[in-house]
């Protein structure tokens, strides 16, 4: 029988996305018998995070320093402001370096069904952020989903009284992508958004 | 763009088997959400783990103590021996409390396809263990696979000198098991294999 240590390995490790109970029971027999080459580099990544990362007070992204990285950064444009729904997507957009803006991140969407509701997201901080001034556009980047369109109207709503462009994201085909593959919905806007050659 | 501390726990949790580098990011924003409830389990079980968990120096079974508590009840028939490949199949099988030996864990299987040759398994200190006496039957516990099977006959001619009886799990349709759902292979053991009813 395992040890309790193990057990207790097992339950934290399962209640990560992606990993059910055998896959955590995999991991765990994985980290046991490669110690110095599996267990101990995550447990020092894992100390390193808890021990140094914090949320920027700001726009709640996370990084070494609050305000963060990009909030402090005085080469960014303060007059864009580029809404996103998790730090995952602000990430994502800023790898690409194309918006030389700052960000604001939501921390969720809203959903009837997961019970989410305005308050439990940082949207009074964005509401002030805007209100504070100095800010011409705001990008609403949420996800192409039903709840992230929701929680984009909602925001647009709140939003509308101030003087800020609001904008979304361009619907339509990835690059490299197959129209074949393509669900209808895309296509849909795709072909409605479409522009003249060259 | 993330910090240096997230990019390494990525690459910690994404070397974890069942987790890809995508995943490894989600269950890292899981992490950084939830704190409290996620990351700090996570860290305290991974360190009690590293800091407690010892191999016992006698089966290759993974505990707080060595030799483990198997290898140290006095109630264990020490005259049985159950030869696994791994301390998964170990516990799997100590479970169900029905084998009231002791263990030998290998630590993996002889796989030409992997490189695992019989020295990189515990295979002479088995040896060593039966040589030594007081060993009436080796059960070799190994999985149904090609490779388990390989270890086995590996393992059966290492042994055969000893005055000891080599047994094999019995092949044959699982408990609850639907014949529609099992390969021949299985189905000819266990037909191979069958027994006057009751």
Redesign the interface.
């Known amino acids: ?3 309790p ?2 057990e ?2 097992t ?3 399962s ?5 059910g109970p055998r ?1 955590a ?9 490669k ?1 110095e080459s ?13 021990e ?2 914090v949320t920027c007070s700001l726009c709640g992204n ?3 320093v609050d305000p963060c990285g990009i909030c402090a950064d005085p080469r960014r444009d303060a007059r864009a402001l580029c809404v996103v729904e ?3 997507d602000l ?1 994502a957009l ?2 690409s370096r194309l918006f030389p803006g700052r960000f604001h991140v939501l ?1 969720g969407r809203l959903s009837a069904l997961e019970g989410v509701r305005p308050e439990d997201l940082s949207i009074d901080a964005l509401v002030a952020r805007v209100e504070a001034g100095g800010i011409d556009e705001v990008v609403l980047a949420m996800n192409a989903t039903l709840e992230g369109q929701t929680t984009a109207h909602y925001l647009a709503e709140r939003l509308e009284r101030f003087p800020v462009r609001l904008t979304q994201l361009a619907h339509g085909v990835p690059v490299g992508g197959e129209l074949d593959y393509l669900d209808e919905g895309t296509l849909a806007q795709a072909l409605r958004a479409r522009r003249p050659l060259g």
Chains 1, 2 share one sequence.
């Open positions: 029988m395992a040890s240590e193990i207790e390995l339950q934290a490790l209640r990560l996305p992606g990993l896959s029971r995999r991991a765990v027999l994985h980290l046991l018998k110690r599996a267990l101990e580099p995550l447990l020092r990544a894992l100390d390193a995070v808890n140094r990362l996370v990084d070494t998790d730090v995952a990430w800023d790898k921390g």
